[in-house]
């Protein structure tokens, strides 16, 4: 008996609207904004941040746009592949990028409850105001990005590390 070990993949979906197309000053303001958002943040972390909310999301473009990112940063593959579990492999980053992604899904997960005060305390221990606020503002702008693509069905795959869009 032989086995068939040339399984086809499922077929790629297909976008439902080329947003950046019909909204060429939307999707710049929120290139400028996506960058505006990064300055004065570690690379790693904001590409963790923006991996964790995307999970939360369901956002495969982003996904796959930050996880490329970030290996392309220098993260490693295991602390991404942590990430979706960090509560139970929290030893695999600093207290910093704890509070970061503990903020990260408080403010992603509005509807669970607001961002409880301890929460924000913790991130404010780690980030002067500045800081937490670009934190603050990348999280929003990610979350805002995941939105975009989800609604529009963007099709993953395709990145290039480096290159937004």
Request: hydrophobic residues 40%; glycine residues 4%; contains cysteine.
């Amino acid at each position: 008996m032989t086995t068939d070990h040339t399984a086809e993949y499922a077929p790629e979906h297909t976008p439902r609207l080329a947003w950046a197309q019909h909204a060429p000053e939307v999707y710049q303001a929120m290139v400028r904004l996506d960058g505006a958002a990064r300055k004065g943040l570690d690379a790693k972390l904001f590409e963790l941040v923006k991996i964790r909310a995307s999970q939360l999301n369901h956002c495969a473009y982003c996904l796959d746009m930050h996880t490329k990112d970030a290996i392309a940063a220098g993260e490693s593959v295991q602390r991404i592949v942590q990430l979706s579990a960090w509560e139970e492999s929290k030893h695999f980053y600093t207290e910093q990028e704890l509070a970061a992604i503990e903020l990260t899904e408080a403010i992603t997960v509005l509807t669970d409850r607001f961002v409880p005060d301890e929460v924000y305390e913790r991130a404010a221990k780690h980030f002067d105001e500045a800081q937490l606020t670009q934190l603050i503002a990348s999280i929003i702008v990610i979350n805002s990005w995941n939105r975009f693509a989800v609604t529009t069905r963007m099709v993953p795959g395709h990145y290039t590390p480096g290159r937004h869009g």
